[in-house]
């Protein structure tokens, strides 16, 4: 006899239910628009094999939902080991044992049947921490995004004729050109993270007080136009704007631009998604690192802002004196507010999305491109890893800055005024760009 289904006052279930059926048909899009060959090859040693972060999602689910939640026994022991992150570099993935094409998408499609089983009888709130919410489902919802955004910066790194297709992003708002350059967000405290966000991962947790003094933050992201004339000004040949390690990157690779473009007489291309284009002058600079950031804001006589710049910002509304979910309020994402999941295949222009802009009138701080920011990756006071040290924990520390915002590559689901993201200061691949800050004169 099948169980009946429980009780779901708060939508808790129907909202995980439609973050996990979501997620999963993104999956299926960037999986299913190649052919075997292309699923199982390894595009750059930077990233996995696509059918390596099929069978990843499928383990993952399995394991936090089906064994963890449920209490079920492994549906396959044997290939733990196999798509265990931290055992397996993404170099060496191509000759593990992989699931091929054909039972990856079986294992997947079978986890997911069973999970949503769980879904339609587990208590939609309670049972534990891992309930608590239906933490459990918006954190493996979050999870899968998280690859599909990893699986679409494959199909950026792959070669051959595009495969995936999207509408335009929408233009510039046209007050854009009356914008002004920078605004200033006043010093004071403000209350940074979150503690009641229900699937706010650990490292957004907990909400604490935080003051930062005032600052000067870009009204826009930097543009691919305000870039070039970095690039024409001879940013790549001149150390005195570049972190010794940046230096070190740009001699040692030859760097000369963003990934991704190429110089053809007086005129920049880009690569993307196997399509060969003009560098569009208005969007946000995309596939830059930590140190190109950084060098852009030397020879701009400004600087990156800090995490808890970007978080003010975005969050801090002038008047109640409350952080914010998002910059335009505490309403979810609408396609009116930001550029998010993968609802287009770039960036917007610069000065786009006028109902996402934060109290204050700052843009684009949510989707297009994650933003580098100035700050390690670092735990906030009172962290406490949460369900496992592996999410966040082994990656604190000075190695790894942090982005904010999001991409266009980014769902809503995991994309929020507290969601935090960190990288390898050295990482082009990733949909990155940046805006600048600067201090403010004392009164």
Known sequence: MTAAPMPDPG????????????????TRLLTGCVDERELTAQHSPLMSPLVWDLG????????????AVAGQEPLRPAIDSVYDAFEHP???RPSLPLLTPKEARAYVADVRSRVLDVLDTAPADGGGPLMESSFAFGMIAQHEQQHDETMLITHQLRRGPAALTAPEPPPAAPDTALLPAEVLVEGGPFTMGTSTEPWALDNERPAHPCFVPSF????????????????????????????PEGWEQVR???????????????????RRFGVEEPVPEAEPVLHVSWYEAEAYAAWAGRRLPTEAEWEKAARHDPVSGRSLRYPWGDEDP???????????????????????AS????????????????????????????????????????????????????????????????????????????RTARDAEPA
């Open 334 to 356: 609408t396609p009116e507010h930001a550029n998010l999941g993968q609802r287009h295949l770039r960036p917007a222009p610069v000065g786009a999305y006028a109902r996402g």
């Open 252 to 270: 040692r690779h030859s760097l000369a631009a963003p990934l991704f473009w190429r110089r053809e007489g007086s005129t920049w291309t880009r």
């Open 359 to 434: 109290r204050r009138g700052v843009r684009q701080l949510i989707g297009d491109v994650w933003e580098w920011t100035a700050s390690d990756f670092l735990p906030y006071p009172g962290f406490r890893a949460f369900p496992y040290r592996e999410y966040s924990e082994v990656f604190f520390g000075p190695g790894h800055k942090v982005l904010r915002g999001g991409s266009f590559a980014v769902d809503p689901v995991a994309c929020r005024g507290t969601f935090r993201n960190w990288d390898l200061p050295v990482r082009r691949q990733i949909f990155s760009g940046f």
């Open 216 to 243: 000067f933050i870009d009204t826009l992201p930097v543009s691919n136009g305000a870039y070039l004339r970095f690039i024409q000004d001879g940013g790549y040949e001149d150390p005195r704007w570049w972190h």
């Open 90 to 92: 993404r170099a060496e």
């Open 56 to 67: 990843h999602i499928g383990n993952q689910e399995e394991q936090w939902l089906l064994r």
């Open 11 to 26: 939508g808790l279930r129907e909202r995980a239910a439609s973050a996990l059926i979501g997620a999963r048909e993104r």
